[in-house]
């Protein structure tokens, strides 16, 4: 695992973005994959809980410690899992966890999340190995998106300044008008809705206000979110998967001794 995104249950006013599963205490560390289902697919996440923590993997590796199966992962979805995994009934999980005898340099960044709008999903708790993170290999970020396609790029400067609540004027200026030279016939839906969001915020660059968003304002975060940044994201992790293939070679680890 290369970083994580940590959730805090069991207590909504320290995290309101963890989920609302009701999982007990956990009093012995486990890692295990599970399934989940989103739009009528599955797909696997891979996740360690102690106590009434819960770390969702990232990014990372995932293979055969002969070195026979070897992938790379971006983003809560793990990819390419043996058959054995994907079509078992049952949760895999294991007690078994290795750890670094030294801890390794890592940088604090926000959250993997999709519903940025929550008080907590500011906090600044996603862990990202600064080794991988210097050499490109992380999962795209929702909050410092940057595309060739300008609404991907504004979808996540929107998303961002009702997370922080703030915003940033500089960026705010370069994208407006490349924005607003696009006319509305040529726009889908979730463009518009991007479009009309970043009007919204230049209109209050000088001006003290409230980001905390109404009901109908958080529905349609969640939309520019899903319907447009989603996709986005997961072609650039799909990309750089491809090259973390290439640069990292799985190699045997003698993890107990054997000949």
């Known amino acids: 695992m290369t970083s994580f995104s940590c959730f805090i249950h069991n207590n909504h006013q320290i995290d309101n973005c963890a989920d609302l599963s009701k999982a007990g205490h956990q009093e012995k560390a486990v890692a295990f994959i599970r399934r989940k289902t989103k739009l ?8 360690y809980r102690f106590g009434y923590v819960e770390l969702l993997a990232t990014s990372g590796f995932f293979g055969s410690v002969d070195g026979t199966f070897f992938c790379p992962f971006l983003g809560s979805s793990v990819q390419e899992l043996p058959v054995a995994i994907t079509k078992s ?6 007690n078994v966890i290795f750890i670094a005898i ?3 340099e890592y940088i604090c960044k926000n959250r993997i999340i999709n519903q940025y709008y929550k008080l907590n999903a500011k906090n600044n708790w996603g862990f990202y190995s600064k080794r991988y993170e210097d050499n490109g290999f992380s999962p795209a970020n929702p909050l410092s998106f940057e595309s060739r396609h300008i609404m991907h790029s504004a979808a996540s400067l929107v998303i961002k300044s009702f997370a922080y609540q703030e915003i940033q004027q500089k960026k705010m200026n370069g994208l407006l008008l490349k924005v607003l030279a696009q006319q509305d016939l040529s726009l ?3 463009s518009k809705l991007i479009k009309k969001y970043l009007v919204f915020l230049n209109q209050h660059l000088n001006s003290s206000f409230s980001l905390s968003p109404p ?3 958080k529905k349609e975060l969640i939309e520019v979110y899903n319907n447009s940044l989603v996709s986005a994201l997961k072609s650039s992790n799909i990309k750089h998967i491809k090259l973390a293939k290439k640069r990292y070679a799985a190699t045997k680890i003698d ?3 054997e000949e």
């Open 40 to 47: 009528g697919k599955d797909y696997f996440e891979l996740t």
């Open 89 to 94: 009934f049952q949760t895999i999980s294991t």
């Open 102 to 104: 030294e801890q390794k």
């Open 188 to 190: 889908n839906s979730v």
């Open 215 to 217: 009901k109908e304002t």
């Open 255 to 257: 993890l107990f001794g």
